[in-house]
């Protein structure tokens, strides 16, 4: 489900393409509601109703059907994520092209967990050992907000669930996902976990500021920068751009910078952690502590993706720097 994305603190960027999904399918035609996508929500609640009857197992056996029906199928996205996978093994294209049918089929695994969110998060709740989310705790407790962040890796919608039981309210900016009226039932879903959803689009900075000035929680996905206007980091081998939203954001509200994951863990079911805030810059230009708080996310998303690769959803180009961007 991806749609929780840091791309929307970066000034607005997405605005007219979230206008045009909201506006999609108004005309007088009688076919409007199938613009609207109300079949689609209706299809997605018959899923969700069957989905929670399933065991796990037939529910991700389902998944892999589906994933690797995906792979083979979305052959442009499947050589895109090959390309990025190449970094974790050493060029091996036979190896990149395992390890991207198994991410796949773990990306339809989230999928299918998404409709089971709420039994999940109960589960990691209960889960021995506890989510460690004791460094998000210490952080509200001096008074101001906490950003988490974290890559399109794993399961970041039931990370931004975990993080509601801090005690604060959690929000998150999103896309737009399909037509509003499956958009709604997704931000529903989201919402009974107590996700507050801030719509992509040129408020969703203000409204972001105002959250961590609240002293509440912002969580992010940040490791995709489709416009390249973001921050230059070296980041698995490679000069691009992430979102510099995050470190913006930290830096202009004192709020903690915060990186942490929720990953799918064999026999376990899943592993919630967050880890130590990341420390604010010395004195220095304001682009330059943006940058350097940027490399240090792109570090830790580092060690988050190498875990385990296949959990990395890395169906997307990441866009290119220059040479020489960045730190190491």
Known sequence: MDVISA???EGGALEERAEMARTS????????WRRRGVHLAVGLRAATWVTCRLPDPTRYWLADVGGNAAHILLRQRAAIAAENYLVFTQGNHRAAARLTRLAFMNYARTVMDFLVLEDLMAAVVRADPPPITEPLRRALALGRGAIVVTPHFG???LGAAVTTTCGRQ??????????PAVDDLVRSMRERLGVRIIPTGSASAREAL??????DVLCLAAD???SGAGAAVQFLGRSVYLPAGPATLALRTGAALIPGYVRRVPGRGHEAVLWDPIPAPGPAAPEARVQEMTQAVARSFESMIRLDPAQWFAFHH???GLPGLGHS
């Open 210 to 215: 105002r959250a961590l000035r609240r002293g």
């Open 224 to 226: 995709i920068d489709k």
């Open 318 to 320: 990441l866009v290119q």
């Open 155 to 157: 399961n970041w919608d």
């Open 170 to 179: 959690v929000h998150a900016v999103a896309d737009q996902f399909g037509p």
């Open 7 to 9: 791309e929307g603190v």
């Open 25 to 32: 399918g108004s005309g007088p035609s009688p076919l409007g």
